[in-house]
């Protein structure tokens, strides 16, 4: 039976939600993260703030078509020292990135929007900080080589739950949130409000 209507294409976000025996419709939101990012960061706006704000977007998209529908919009944005870090276009890029993010602590904002009845009745933005080792450029240069197709579309250039979590030496935050989910919150709201059983 689908619960929730996921306004994102993220396979990640799907799984965790079906794992969790969450009936899931996918409907992802296109909307201009780009310009909406920069038009936030321009204004001064937190990291936090504007992850917030791209999860909220992305679920108000979907329930403006689907009222009746329980949506749930999400967002990640990596920060490090003060700089948002997109997803790499290029092996280059992620190489870049990781040379960036090196040796140093980065926070994830993990943000979840969830919309009932046309409107917003919960949010949440997770904000774990992870901790990269300094790794050698031969290792740097055969990971983006080898797993490319898998982290081409992530932000920070890892899959934690994979191969990923070899560049780290710490990781402070729960493991959903750093996949793209602050999923034990939403479970808590969920079961709250009765959505779900428990």
């Not at 990781?171 to 479970?187: A, C, N």
Request: aromatic share 6%.
């Amino acid at each position: 039976m689908t619960v929730l209507t996921l306004a994102s294409a993220s396979a990640i976000r799907a799984t965790l939600l079906r794992n969790a025996g969450i009936g899931i419709d996918i409907r992802p939101a296109r909307i201009d993260e780009d310009n909406l990012r920069a038009s936030l960061a321009a204004e001064g706006a937190t990291a936090h703030d504007i992850a917030d704000a791209l999860a909220e977007n992305k679920a108000l998209k979907i329930a403006a078509r689907d009222p009746a529908a329980l949506v749930l919009g999400c967002d990640q944005l990596l920060e490090c020292d003060g700089r948002i870090y997109a997803k790499p276009d290029t092996p280059q890029d992620a190489k870049a990135q990781l040379d960036a993010l090196r040796g140093r602590t980065h926070r994830l904002h993990t943000a979840a929007v969830l919309y009932a009845g046309g409107r917003p009745v919960w949010r949440h933005v997770a904000t774990p900080r992870l901790t990269m080792r300094d790794f050698s450029d031969a290792f740097r240069d055969a990971y983006v080589a080898r797993h490319w197709t898998d982290i081409q579309h992530c932000v920070g250039c890892y899959q934690i739950e994979g191969p990923g979590i070899r560049l780290f030496e710490r990781v402070e935050g729960d493991l959903f949130s750093i996949q793209g989910l602050p999923l034990m919150e939403l479970l808590a709201v969920l079961t709250q409000r009765k959505d779900i059983d428990g």
